[in-house]
């Protein structure tokens, strides 16, 4: 079925202005200070809480 009337650009604009992507949200990893996503394993360290870190190649 196609649409009864065209669809004015700001209609259209003001639709899609929520669309948009939200930048990432970084926390500071507690042990080497790096930026790491929340509830994830530090990529430098390894570490993910207290008592339990990962091996990674770069760190221990």
């Known amino acids: 079925m196609l649409p009864k009337q065209k669809l004015s650009r700001s209609r259209t604009r003001r639709r899609r202005s929520h669309h948009a992507r939200k930048a990432a949200n970084y926390v500071?990893?507690?042990?080497?200070n790096s930026p790491k996503l929340p509830h994830t394993a530090c990529e430098n360290c390894g570490y993910v809480r207290p008592g339990l870190s990962l091996k990674t190649e770069k760190g221990t």
């Open 28 to 32: 500071d990893c507690p042990q080497c």
